[in-house]
């Protein structure tokens, strides 16, 4: 049996977990934050903080499905949800999702759909400067710490908020993340990010992907974010990039495909004690695993680790549509069916939270 079949078969036994979740329906609630830094970060220089809440909903409303694209001609089929729909009776266990780099809330909706299918209030944001749906920024890509507090501020809008509040059992408090979402992750779990560290890896490593310009920014060097680091107001927040992002009573954290983690000090990681859970493939180009994922492993005292054979770095997205296959590049990447890896990665989400949530 080969790498590929095996994968495969394990995700068709792991189906009927996921089956089964979906017993309930999912509500679909958007809210806006404001934050001083998101208006550095934002290209039109506006403080809002765009927030996604998915979580149970009551029996009998409507879904409907979550593109990405044209509304006519969607690339991406993000799942579905009920708009507004009344919450399950209940309090629930909160995850706090954060998006890869360039990525957006909409193009997790796979993954935060399926964990509120599984009984949780996933709360996700659109990073500002960061995300998909408006211009990149050099601001937005360098000040990686603040995302931390993009979560850390979207949690506290919700726990204010009077229609979800009732709903949060925020005693049982996650945080997952997928590439630059998962670095967030650990960051608001109390690690400390460390800019010295990932320049200096750079310098020395100037091949490895982690360090070279990204495909949703191709202009944007380590050099130009290095000289990015020195210009004011950017070099007043990088005085303050090693401080403590924690969010309280994190419980657990699970990252796929986590990137960026040159960046962190690898002390701060020794001395995380909180559960983590990393999922990734080893076909990785972006985040390659020995510089990323594979050593976050081997610094977390708490980690574990899964890896899924032949799996790259975009099969985390949600699933390209037909459209999306024929016409952007990042849908023909994959080796293994999008649809068996999103399974294997809701199942292994799903368990790893029931154990520590």
């Not at 792991?14 to 089956?19: A, E, K, S």
């Not at 360039?102 to 209030?121: E, H, K």
């Not at 005085?239 to 990252?255: E, L, M, N, T």
């Not at 016409?327 to 999008?338: A, D, G, I, M």
Request: hydrophobic share 45%.
């Amino acid at each position: 049996m080969t790498a590929r079949t095996l994968l495969i078969a394990l995700a068709a036994a792991w189906l009927g977990v996921c089956t089964t979740a979906r017993a309930s329906a999912v509500g679909e609630i958007h809210r806006v934050a404001h934050l001083p830094s998101a208006a550095l970060r934002d290209a039109q220089h506006s403080d809002a903080l765009r927030i996604t809440v998915w979580y149970p909903a009551v029996d009998g409303v409507r879904e409907t499905p979550l593109p990405i694209g044209p509304p006519d001609q969607p690339l991406f089929a993000a799942g579905s949800a009920a708009a507004d729909a009344p919450f399950a009776s209940g309090r629930h266990p909160v995850i706090l999702l954060s998006h890869g780099f360039g990525g957006s809330a909409r193009m997790m909706a796979w993954f935060g759909t399926a964990l509120a299918r599984a009984g949780n209030v996933v709360i996700a944001v659109d990073h500002p400067g960061n995300n998909g749906r408006d211009p990149m920024t050099i601001a937005g890509s360098v000040l990686i710490w603040e995302r931390a507090v993009d979560l850390r501020m979207a949690l506290d809008t919700v726990i204010t908020d009077k229609q979800i509040k009732p709903h949060l059992d925020t005693q049982r408090l996650g945080v997952a993340g997928f590439s630059l979402g998962g670095f967030t992750a650990l960051v608001s779990a109390g690690a400390r990010v460390d800019l010295d560290h990932i320049i200096q890896f750079c310098r020395s490593h100037a091949t490895d992907a982690t360090c070279m310009p990204q495909a949703e920014a191709p202009d944007q060097t380590i050099a130009t974010r290095e000289q990015a680091l020195k210009t004011p107001p950017l070099a007043a927040l990088a005085k303050h990039a090693g401080d403590d992002y924690a969010i309280p009573d994190v419980r657990a954290v699970f990252v796929m495909a986590p990137g960026a983690i040159e960046a962190i000090a690898p002390s701060s990681l020794h001395a995380l004690d909180t559960p983590i859970g990393i999922l990734l493939g080893d076909a990785d180009p972006v985040a390659p695993p020995a510089s990323n994922g594979r050593l976050a492993a081997t610094l977390l005292p708490h980690a574990t680790l899964k890896v899924l054979p032949g799996v790259g770095h975009y099969d985390f997205l949600a699933d390209c549509t037909a459209l999306g296959v024929e016409r952007e590049p990042l849908c023909k990447q994959f080796h293994v069916p999008q649809s068996t890896t999103h399974a294997m990665a809701i199942a292994t989400a799903q368990a790893f939270f029931a154990d520590h949530l």
